[in-house]
């Protein structure tokens, strides 16, 4: 989308579709991700959250900040799905419910998981930090008709963001163990084979980003102004105290997340199964992706089924294509079947066939 900026650059309707498409994306994959338990589907809800707001830095014009985003994001996210993977290897299950106090067994894997999800939540210092505040700074102060509009869902996001990250942190690796004792028994960091390169992306997730500070923080956006011969620079008006309150506001909001999980997994343990319990219609669609697994399954794979069993298959396939493939070969059967009586291997029936034919030729001579 960002090569084909020029594109989408004639269409203001175009881009507000994207931003707001993008915006509410990664509202809805954020929100899924808060009540998941297991550690990779968090991960990956918490990627689609992340797309979303790619994809909304493109729709208010801000295309070199959606693709600073997918830079830093390669190095947090590829940190915290193979994070994940070394904890699997440790309990060898993926739910969170039934782990717990796992710092002390796995203090590397633990260490880069956190540098991960500050990383991932916009904490100021980390890669996450620059490119999420630049998308949520250029939707407040672009033209867009929808630029604050989706700067609110985006500034949802960056609450909801580090909240799951913590939440899965704090049901992960503190707390006590709450898997079975023979679980406990195998608790192990895990090879280096599998820590070094755990390593070399967490300080991708910290640094990365330092490539695109922005001015008001000292830097020069050395990442948009690379790219700003092939996207351009997105018009930005707003005043530096705006954009200082913009990136105030956000990193509050990222820090009133880290605070809130920690409240309800660290402190308040007891509280989140009884919002679970009071709110449990919310719960339960939250729990089960707003349903769209099965409402894909209704509106699109059973009717495609449907269509390829008793269309495709039960009348062209078995009424068309085996009607010919075997109706052709059962016709030539019942020619072949009639035709081969003729051979009878009496020779007087041939020489009465012989006769016969030699009568009708002389009287079509003859009559004609």
Not at 110 to 138: H, N, Q, R, T
Not at 266 to 294: C, M, Q, W
Not at 355 to 361: E, K, P, S
Request: net charge positive; glycine share 10%.
């Amino acid at each position: 989308m960002a090569r084909c900026s020029p594109i989408f650059n004639l269409s203001e309707v175009a881009l507000s579709t994207v931003a707001v498409v993008g915006a509410v994306t990664s509202l809805f994959a954020a929100t899924i991700a808060i009540v998941q338990n297991d550690i990779k589907r968090i991960i990956a809800y918490s990627t689609i959250s992340h797309l979303g707001l790619m994809f909304l830095a493109c729709g208010v014009g801000a295309y070199a900040a959606g693709v600073f985003h997918l830079y830093t994001h390669a190095f947090f996210k590829a940190l915290l799905f193979l994070a994940s993977g070394s904890v699997i290897h440790a309990v060898h299950h993926n739910d969170i419910q039934k782990m717990g106090g796992l710092r002390k067994y796995m203090p590397i894997t633990y260490a880069v998981f956190l540098i991960g999800a500050l990383s991932a939540g916009g904490v100021p210092g980390f890669a996450g930090f620059f490119s999420k505040d630049e998308i949520i700074w250029l939707a407040y102060a672009s033209h867009s008709p929808v630029g604050k509009f989706v700067w609110l869902l985006g500034t949802l996001v960056a609450f909801f963001t580090p909240f799951y990250s913590f939440r899965l942190i704090f049901l992960t690796f503190h707390g006590k163990f709450r898997g079975t004792h023979e679980e406990a028994h195998h608790l192990h960091e895990s090879p280096k084979v599998m820590t070094i390169p755990l390593m070399l992306l967490a300080v991708g997730a910290v640094a990365a980003g330092w490539v695109g500070i922005p001015p008001i923080l000292g830097g020069e956006a050395h990442f948009a102004e690379f790219l700003k011969p092939v996207v351009g620079h997105p018009e930005a008006h707003g005043t530096h105290a705006e954009e200082w309150g913009v990136m105030a506001f956000s990193t509050l909001i990222a820090f009133s997340g880290i605070a809130l999980a920690a409240v309800l997994y660290l402190k308040k343990t007891e509280i989140p199964a009884r919002l679970a319990e009071r709110f449990s219609g919310i719960h339960k669609v939250l729990f089960n992706k707003y349903y769209v697994d099965e409402l894909y399954n209704l509106i699109i794979v059973k009717p495609v089924f449907g269509i390829a069993r008793y269309v495709l298959v039960g009348f062209t396939d078995s009424r068309i294509i085996e009607g010919i493939v075997n109706g052709v070969p059962r016709l030539i059967g019942m020619f072949s079947g009639k035709l081969r009586k003729i051979q009878t291997g009496f020779a007087y029936h041939y020489g009465l066939v012989m006769a016969l034919g030699i009568v009708l030729i002389m009287a079509w001579v003859l009559f004609r």
